[in-house]
């Protein structure tokens, strides 16, 4: 098992940067396909980002896609989320969870295990 901690949110003007991180315990982090979701109010929780195990693979959800990059230190057991050029439509809850599904998987379900979240707000 892991357990997650996220960290790094905070209030942001619109164009400005932020940096999340998800702290994980466990021996056997480097196992673990790692991701960040978003749940902003009134909406379903979306797919962010993603990173393989090894970390040599990422893929983005269209709408972060060149603004947001995901990385991991495995030796930290810990993933980043760095945010730049943030948007209002970025003001949601961010949430670090890991999976040990083989495969890109974007999808909520099929990650056991999550962080408690962290509040992103940007002001226009």
């Known amino acids: 098992q892991v357990q997650l901690v996220e960290s790094g949110g905070e209030l942001v003007q619109a164009g400005g940067s932020l940096r999340l991180s998800c702290a994980a315990s466990g021996r056997t982090f480097s196992n673990y396909r790692m991701s960040w979701f978003r749940q902003a109010p009134g909406k379903e929780r979306e797919f962010v980002a993603t990173?393989?195990?090894?970390?040599?693979?990422?893929h983005y959800a269209d709408s972060v896609k060149g603004r947001f990059t995901i990385s991991r230190e495995n030796t930290k057991t810990t993933v980043h989320l760095q945010m730049n050029n943030l948007k209002p439509e970025d003001t949601a809850v961010y949430y670090c969870?890991?999976?040990?599904?083989?495969?890109?998987?974007?999808?909520?379900?099929?990650?056991?295990?999550w962080g408690q979240g962290t509040q992103v707000t940007v002001s226009s």
């Open positions: 969870a890991a999976t040990l599904k083989g495969g890109t998987t974007v999808v909520a379900d099929d990650y056991p295990y």
């Open positions: 990173i393989s195990s090894g970390g040599g693979t990422t």
